[in-house]
Nanobody, 120 residues
């Protein structure tokens, strides 16, 4: 299971740090990531990180503002979000996959989601 925390309401230009803790899976063998879905929009793969943190992916819209990281000893993954914009408003889901992927259909585990709201 994956459990997110850290969402909330923030003004444009502000920062939030999302956390995700894993249980019931061998965390270090999974690639991790974050997917978001805004109302009326399709899901977007925001960021992904390989098992050893050696490779990271970012959606173009968040490059330079968001940073994904992980701590295999703690079984946690994080998404540091800076310079937030109203367009970043969405439910953010922590996700895990046995392979490194940025394809939503290839994900194996999903968290319950955490709401991020950015006011203008």
């Amino acid at each position: 299971q994956l459990a997110e925390s850290g969402g909330g309401l923030v003004q444009a230009g502000g920062s939030l740090r999302l956390s995700c803790i894993a249980s019931g899976l061998t965390f270090s063998t999974y690639s991790m990531g974050w997917v978001r879905q805004a109302p009326g929009k399709e899901r977007e793969f925001v960021a992904a990180i390989t098992r050893d943190s050696g490779w990271k992916y970012y959606l173009d819209a968040v490059k330079g503002r968001f940073t994904i990281s992980r701590d295999n000893a703690k079984k946690e993954t994080y998404l540091q979000m800076n310079d937030l914009k109203p367009d970043d408003t969405a439910i953010y889901y922590c996700v895990a996959a046995r392979i490194y992927t940025t394809e939503i259909d290839e994900l194996d585990w999903w968290g319950q989601g955490t709401q991020v709201t950015v006011s203008s």
